[in-house]
């Protein structure tokens, strides 16, 4: 089954900690990975590609396919990463995302 | 470059009443998107096109729901009866093709409430 897990529905730090939003997947072939954010009314984007290997506004995440996850990850969270965060999976052949249920990130003052 | 365009932005209807809503892709983008997002779930897919060609509709509820991309450029959502489990922020999106890699560009949502 193609399923993508975020375990945590909200995540509360301080400004200036460290960050780390969870993911696990489901998925029989080679996975295509992604994170999407939306910020408070915006509409959803893309924040980063595991393809890519880069970092976007501070954050990295690693695909780690013997635990089958990609959490990402924040040295030192700053309060304007509030948001909504998304791990998606893409199926091979079609690109459609598969989405998890969203971690809502707060990074108090 | 402009985003991705949906209207309404809001629709309040009641049970067993029609509703349609409309997207119009980013200029040049063959592949386009409807998602579902129930209140506190991530957004499921609905339907996928390829230019006016359906790629993936396995979970469309046939018997409610259709959808059309006639000319392969803006597309048209409709649910027809609506139930109060249809009630949530329906997203389309577009890329510029249909390939696992591609990033999706997502447009403002329109927030459906079935009373």
């Known amino acids: 089954a193609q399923r993508v897990t975020q375990p945590e529905k909200l995540l509360s730090v301080f400004k200036g900690a460290p960050v780390e939003l969870k993911c696990n997947y489901s998925?029989?072939?080679?996975?295509?990975l992604f994170w999407y954010v939306q910020y408070s009314r915006q509409r959803l984007q893309l924040l980063l590609r595991?393809?890519s290997r880069e970092s976007i506004k501070g954050f990295t995440a690693d695909l780690n396919k013997g635990e089958t996850s990609f959490h990402l990850k924040k040295p030192f969270a700053q309060e304007e990463d509030s948001a909504m965060y998304y791990c998606?999976?893409?199926?091979?052949?079609?690109?459609?995302?598969?989405f998890g249920q969203g971690t809502t990130l707060q990074v108090k003052p | 470059e402009a985003g991705v365009a949906q209207s309404p932005r809001y629709k309040i209807i009641e049970k067993r009443q029609s509703v349609a809503f409309w997207c119009n892709p980013i200029?040049?983008?063959?592949?386009l998107y409807w998602y579902q997002q129930i209140l506190g779930q991530g957004p499921k897919l609905l339907i996928q096109?390829?230019?006016?060609?359906?790629?993936?509709d396995s979970q469309l509820p046939k018997d409610r729901f259709s959808a059309e991309r006639l000319k392969g450029v803006d597309s048209t959502l409709k649910i027809q009866p609506a139930k109060l489990e249809d009630s949530a922020v329906y997203l389309c999106?577009?890329?510029?093709?249909?390939?696992?890699?591609?990033?999706?560009?997502f447009g403002p949502g329109t927030r459906l409430t079935v009373l």
């Open positions: 595991h393809i």
């Open positions: 998925y029989s072939g080679s996975p295509e």
């Open positions: 998606a999976l893409s199926v091979q052949g079609t690109g459609k995302l598969i």
């Open positions: 200029s040049g983008h063959a592949t």
């Open positions: 999106a577009s890329s510029l093709e249909t390939s696992a890699y591609n990033e999706q560009f």
């Open positions: 096109f390829q230019n006016n060609g359906v790629v993936d």
